[in-house]
């Protein structure tokens, strides 16, 4: 029968045992230790089952606890308590070897018992929602539950309440129950706390709590850190502090009284008869076990170690706090100051404004501790706005700054000033609209409990620190507002003399200047100058900061801001307050104002003007320093150099103020402007860009010599351009090259040789040389001839040259001396004699010129030369002269012959005529030409005087043929310039005769006239 019985309990499977089932299976088995075995081997999932099952065990393992007691009893007498004397004592009892193995059963199935009831209880205390997770206080099995304290977080008493949810079922539970009876509890005890079952471990620890107390600190921080203490608050240690030490929780197991098969003389027993104890596996964690209460201090380490590391690892700040709180709410020492700065800390990660948007910064206590107090304050009010920043100030700042009160009070080291101070501190660092709303909160007609700023004297300081310490360019309206909040002392004496305003911008014009050891003053330094003052100084510094604003916002309103500081450093310099005059009057000209609209302009002159007045008692303006007639100059200087000519135009019919203007001043004016148009301008094309504004400009004022000049200046710049001037290779002159040309003259040379055909415009060269400054100036206008005939001459259109050369000529007779042509001192020559210098050398060098044909012209030429040259240089133009006679008596000998007629004006080879062609005929007695016909009477009696002249300075010798030769063309032989010749009535005689034949006379008439 036990062997069917067997069978069909193996065949019969975990689905289909129930209770009844066990039972039937189970009853008609004689075998004890065979239905003991059956017992501890099955393990089911249903609660009720499984107490079937090891109800069974017990019963049927009772008599042989019986048994087994009653021999320990008869062995081994009792003590009075009713306990074994001694457990060595067990070996004396000897067991039948069924009864020690019942034995050992009955206490598993005890244990197996207590956990199944655990079970069922602990799955009644886990919630089906939130993955099983429990965010509702856990049901406590009585009211005077020690592991139940109650959440000290709760404000709706919430806790012990076990009607907040309907119970839920097995299924939710996490464990299985055949798992829960077969492995270690400890381990059960580890998971459920970091699933954050805590109602379960709750229970778990208070049925167990023999086997879980030494592990309580290893289960508390198996606790993931994410969870709230408020959570797990009756599962946190408790300190007593009247015993200065830890609580240990007392707990409550299933059965008051242990089964005697759980005993120490059971164990004992077992163990003497060599019967292995039959029990759930035991932890095999490298846990610490802790059987005795910590101390106080090892407590508060407790606490403070798991905040931090909470803090550190996950950065949960307020779970750490709450971590502290709870031990300080118990009293425990050390950990108030630790809680301040997690508090502290906590404020800012979670409560600063805008700081749930910041997720880059990585805030820590080990950061928080090594800032120091103002970098605190500042990040606590890092994202504060002009709306939030006078109750985070309030609200954050405050709290942690009497914190620190507090902690030098404590250490013995009082700072009433601590608050101010970093207050202060932070003002005079934050942005002008954060600024302008603490002064808000801090205005004088505030009740002192509901201002920020208490001392008047402070609100002033600090707004003088701040508005001057700016470099803000455009928050006037912010500035404006912060002075409205300043405070006025009616009853503070000021004098009228204005001499405490003088000599309080003085100094502060003095400290704001910059030095090599400080460049620019901040607001800090600034409130270090305006701390000591009196309200007397502060009151007239507030009414020169008054002028100051309003000259700023003038300012600002025309495009030109400065920082505020710049009025006081601009106070006494006069040459600041023009250029930003300049600056303002030109800037509002740019910004493109309504030609025609003469309010519009009329109302930048009036700010001008304004900002030059003075005020009351000695407070000037931005341009205090600038006259009347010096703004007005500037204005319209501004309103040219802007190229607003319509505008000056319109202003100058119109505005009286503008017409008070002197003609001599309008005129330096437009000359100005356009002289600045001229030197910045990249092309001298008159008609674009930056040379056109220079031309228009000068139509703006009257026109005058000066005017006129500078316009025709203009004209020739644009003229030179147009010839394509090269400054250097690829690179076209600019206009301000020009104008630093010394020898303006040098520039007509420069377009001659950029030009090919220049040449041939005689009339629009000559234009040119007098716009560029030479108008009347008869000895400019030689010398441009000369460059013309030169620039001819090398392009071989001689005919064009000579032309040239005779207008030179006419021109030098404009400058011939009175004196009788004596010149002056050999290197000291004047601008005309140089004109002369030119003009004979022009003209000799084309009358010498071998491929010039026109025989006539080179005579006329040369004849020209001979009457301008200088005496030293008489023979050399007469050897020439002698040479060309020489030739054409040659032709003439040969009769008939060809003579040499002029090239064409394209400088081509010349064509060869008779003497009796057309141009020959027209000339009287062209059959028997002789020089002085040839030349004619005007120059025959030119080569008299010369003779005369150069007769009575004849110089005693005569150099060698080297000397006179200026050309290719040698004397021919027998000329009286033979080398080596001394002085000699000889040589005067072949020089007058040479002469003699030059003016139309024959050999014996040369004689006389030598003599």
Known sequence: MDAQSYDRWNATTDDELTAEKVDELLSDVEDDLWVAAACADRLHNDPSVQRVILAKGISRTAGAMRRVKAASRRTIPAAEDGATQ??????????????????????????R???????????????????????????????????????PWDDDGASGSSGAHA?????????????????????????????????????????????????????????????????????LPIYDFSLQCETLRKGEPWRDVPDWSESDEARAILRANHVPEVDTPQTHLALSRLDTPLSADDLAVWYRNRAQQIEQSAGLVDVALAYVQHGASQGLPRLDEFGEELSLLARLVYDATGT?????????????????ISTIVDAYLKRSTSETIVGDIKRLVMPYLYVLEARCERAGSPDPGLLTRFLYEYILSAPLTLVASIFDASKPTLSLAHRLIQKDEDIARLALACLYGSNSLDQWATMSQIFECLPAWDGVATGDDGAETQTTLISLTNFVTPTTAQTECTPSDLFIFFTPLPAVALSRALDVLDVHLESGEILARWGVPAPLRWFIRGAQDYEQQRAWATRMARRAANNGRNLGDEKEWSSLLTDMLKLASGGQGGIKAAF?????????????SGILSSGQFETAKFLLRTSPVVRSLKPDVIEGLCLTASREFYDNASSGNLHHGEMKLAYECLSVAPSTPKIRKEREFIEATSRI???????????????????????????????LSSNEDAYKHTEVILDLVAKLGFKGDIAAEIKAFAMLADSAIQAENFTKAAEICLRMVHKVADLKPSNGGARPAAGVLTSSQEAVEVSWQKCFQLGRQSEYSDVRKKMILLGHALEMCPRENTLDVLAVWRRLEGEYVESQKRGGGMIPDHRDHRGGRSRRRTLGSPALRSHPSSDHLSPATLVGPETAAMA???LNRVAANFPFSVGSRAQYRNGNNADPPGSTRSAGLDVSSHAKHAFARGVGWLIGVDDEESGHAQS
């Open 944 to 946: 008299a005087r010369t």
């Open 167 to 235: 119970p839920p079922t097995l299924s939710t539970f996490p464990f299985p129950l055949r798992a829960f009876l077969d492995e270690d509890i400890l381990q059960f005890a580890l998971q459920l706390a970091s699933l954050v079952h805590f109602g379960a471990l709750r229970i778990l620890m208070l049925r167990h709590s023999t086997e879980l107390q030494p592990y309580r600190f290893a289960i508390l921080e198996a606790i993931p850190e994410h969870a709230h203490p408020s959570e797990s608050s009756n599962l």
């Open 356 to 372: 749930e948007l910041d997720e880059s910064e990585d805030w820590s206590m080990e950061r928080w501790q090594a800032m120091d």
């Open 721 to 751: 351009c147009s010839f394509n001037v090269m400054s250097r290779p690829g690179v076209p002159i600019l206009p301000l090259e020009i104008r630093m040309v010394e020898d303006r003259l040098s520039l007509v040379a420069r377009v």
């Open 624 to 636: 205090g320093l600038l006259s009347k007639d010096e703004v007005i100059r500037i204005f319209f």
């Open 113 to 151: 018992m207590d956990r199944v009831n655990t079970y069922v209880e602990m799955a009644a205390q886990t919630p089906s929602t939130k993955e099983g997770v429990s965010s509702e206080p856990v049901a406590a099995a009585a009211n005077d539950d020690p592991w139940d304290e109650g959440d």
């Open 86 to 111: 001694n457990e060595a004592e067990g070996d004396k009892v000897h067991l039948d070897e069924r009864d020690a193995r019942l034995l050992a059963f009955r206490a598993l199935f005890q244990r």
